[in-house]
């Protein structure tokens, strides 16, 4: 069994603090759900525990069994057996997702035999049309398509902890079951742990959620178990945060200047007033 723990962990953009002390543990096969509102930091955790290097980390530690990963580059945390479903997923023109995977897993050692096979079985489990194998990498996918390529790489990469940031969002009925259903067979078949970030109690039943953490202004402020989204979704954010006697829902990142607007007291209108006729 494997054992991710995040601890106290604070980073900033620019000396202005989005995390302030997050701490989660998770085990090998549990999913833990992470919600909270628009610009809370969610997809900001996201991309600190996967080493992206816009963020500065101030303070904490992010641990895989005991082994430190901040200081890490990616690869290495990727390695390390940590896999990130992005919000936005990145489109690579011109490199195929069949050739993508096979890099993949060279870079961590392995040897991609029998990968042609494997990506086909995954394909037609996740109903995605083998044309997307062999096209760049997110080019021109459409959401649905995008979550569906991006879970068949989680299928393939089997790593050990995957953080999934909205998989859910924009997916029909449909693509959203094809997706929770194979994520739920990884955490009970391979042990999968899993951080899944949602705004809905939908994808969260389909992965039978274990914990429910809530953040808000950068901080875990409050966890339980699944009937904790159940509450959410009755109180919504602004309700829960008053209960819990919490001030701030967003993070506030003041803007790197001002945007300009022009004073309207300084145009000139383009034609004479028209005489008064008083
Ligand atoms: P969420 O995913 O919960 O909606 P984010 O983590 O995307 O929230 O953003 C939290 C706050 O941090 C927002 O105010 C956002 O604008 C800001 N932020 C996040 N990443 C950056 C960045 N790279 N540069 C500047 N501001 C950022
Ligand atoms: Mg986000």
Do not use: C
């Amino acid at each position: 069994m494997s054992v991710l723990k995040v601890t106290d962990l604070h980073a900033a953009v620019d000396g202005h603090e989005i995390l302030r002390g997050v701490d989660l543990e998770i085990a090998s096969g549990e999913v833990h759900a992470l919600m909270g509102p628009n610009g809370s930091g969610k997809s900001t955790l996201a991309h600190v525990l996967m080493g992206r290097d816009d963020y500065d980390v101030t303070a904490g530690s992010v641990t895989i069994d005991g082994e430190e990963l901040l200081g890490l580059p990616t690869w290495q945390r990727a390695e390390r057996g940590l896999f990130l479903a992005m919000q936005y997923p990145v489109e690579v023109p011109g490199v195929r997702l069949v050739d993508f995977l096979e890099a993949a897993i060279r870079g961590r050692g392995g040897e991609p035999n029998g990968l042609t096979v494997r990506l086909a079985a995954e394909a037609e489990r996740l109903h995605v049309d083998e044309q997307f194998l062999t096209r760049g990498v997110n080019v021109e996918f459409s959401g649905g398509e995008q979550k569906r390529a991006e879970t068949l790489q989680l299928a393939v990469l089997e790593p050990t902890f995957a953080i999934l940031d909205e998989i859910d969002s924009g997916l029909d009925v449909d693509a959203l079951r094809d997706v929770a259903r194979r994520i739920e067979a990884m955490t009970t078949e391979d042990r999968l742990g899993v951080l899944a970030i949602t705004h809905y109690a939908r994808l969260l039943s389909e992965l039978r959620a274990d914990r429910v953490h809530i953040l808000m202004g950068g901080r875990v402020v409050a966890s339980g178990g699944p009937e904790l989204a159940d509450t959410l979704e009755r109180t919504g954010y602004e309700g829960l945060a008053e209960d819990l006697g919490v001030d701030e829902l967003a993070v506030e990142v003041p803007a790197e200047q001002e945007p300009e607007f022009a004073d309207p007291t300084e145009f000139a209108l383009p034609f004479e007033e028209p005489p008064r006729t008083t």
